[in-house]
């Protein structure tokens, strides 16, 4: 691609700046239909909200929900991004390509757990707690 198309593609615009919403809505159905993990990780979502609003967390601990379930999702959408480029690159089977999908995947990985820690010390407490009061 010559730098005269480049400098045409990434012109500014009301009407560039709201395509761009649609190309982001596109990478999520993508991840959504192909990616099982980030299935999984939108159904976590929806548990975190409901026990949010049964449990009625704090507004920190929402903020905290919150970000974590962002990281988790925005690193599934990178983590399918590095997939989809080592795939286009290096159709065959190759260690390095493989060491890059395989690292971020553990990316995510590390992530989802860091957040189901942290779920865990928020939920837990008052899940114990409403228990007890029956």
């Not at 480049?6 to 761009?20: A, I, N, V």
């Not at 929900?65 to 690193?75: F, N, Q, R, Y």
């Not at 286009?88 to 060491?99: D, E, F, S, V």
Request: charged content about 20%; overall charge positive; some cysteine.
């Amino acid at each position: 691609m010559d730098s005269a198309s480049r400098d045409e593609q990434k012109k500014r615009g009301l009407k560039r700046f709201f395509k761009s919403f649609g190309y982001s809505i596109e990478g999520l159905k993508y991840a959504y239909k192909y990616e099982q993990s980030m299935f999984i990780h939108l159904t976590m979502l929806c548990f975190v909200i409901i026990f949010g609003l049964i449990l009625r967390i704090s507004l920190m601990e929402w903020i905290i929900c919150i970000i974590l379930c962002g990281l988790v999702i925005a690193t599934e959408l990178i983590n399918t991004a590095i997939e989809a480029v080592v795939d286009l690159t290096c159709p065959k089977i190759h260690p390095l390509a493989k060491i890059a999908k395989d690292t971020a995947s553990a990316a995510v990985f590390v992530f989802a757990i860091t957040a189901a820690i942290s779920g865990l010390i928020i939920f837990v407490p008052k899940i114990i707690d409403l228990i007890k009061s029956l």
